[in-house]
């Protein structure tokens, strides 16, 4: 069983999260890609005096070290930014479960090594009575068998694009998996040069 990630689940059970509730637009000025999981869900995550909201499912206890997201219907809506899925890896989030993603926000997820999952709502109903249930779920995610395993509940079959499965189990980004063809680009441009030298002493002047 390759289990591609092993972790707690923290259920977050909202509809429609968008990405600037995931990352609240004050915190887009950064121009580093780091040090955005402060701001994850910030407004929800913070009382106006900056301590913590008890009350927010996030900064429960029995949630702490979560790294899997169970959540409902089109996350990760509104705006492209890509920071939302960086927030989110940052907090330590690798794997979100939903009924379904928005289409920006599930590639951008893909292109930074999280997997997300979009399962029927039935199973995600399922899923939410379980961690009301129970004081920790976890789960396994074996994704070359495309299977979510758990000690509370019965195995999950799961879709996953098969780019995305590929990429995520060869941990390459695009530019990893452009880079794996540098010979047959070196090959390319080696013979480019013989064809239209003239072309080559354009290319490389
Ligand atoms: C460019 C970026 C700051 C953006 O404007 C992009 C977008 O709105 O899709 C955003 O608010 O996330």
């Not at 790294?67 to 492209?80: A, E, K, Y």
């Not at 939903?98 to 399922?126: H, K, R, W, Y």
């Amino acid at each position: 069983m390759s289990i591609y990630h092993h972790g707690l689940v923290a259920p977050l059970d909202k509809n429609n999260v968008d990405t600037d509730q995931i990352i609240p637009k004050q915190f887009l000025t950064s121009t580093s890609r780091d040090g955005f999981d402060a701001a994850l869900f910030y407004d929800w995550r913070y009382l106006d005096n900056g301590q913590p909201d008890p009350a927010f499912v996030l900064n429960f206890p029995q949630y702490q070290g979560a790294s899997v997201l169970l959540t409902r219907d089109n996350f990760g809506c509104g705006s492209s930014r890509e920071h939302a899925p960086w927030a989110l890896k940052q907090y330590g989030f690798n794997v979100i479960l939903a009924e379904s993603f928005a289409d920006i926000f599930f590639n951008n997820c893909g292109n930074n090594q999280m997997l997300c999952v979009a399962l029927p709502v039935a199973t995600i109903d399922a899923l939410f009575a379980v961690c009301e249930a129970n004081e920790q779920v976890h789960i396994e995610i074996d994704l070359e068998n495309q299977l979510i395993h758990s000690p509370d509940f019965e195995a999950i079959h799961f879709d996953v694009r098969p780019d995305i499965k590929a990429r995520l189990l060869s941990g390459l980004d695009f530019i990893g998996e452009t880079e794996q063809l540098n010979a047959a680009i070196d090959a390319y441009e080696a013979n480019l040069a013989k064809e239209r030298p003239w072309q080559e002493a354009w290319y490389l002047a």
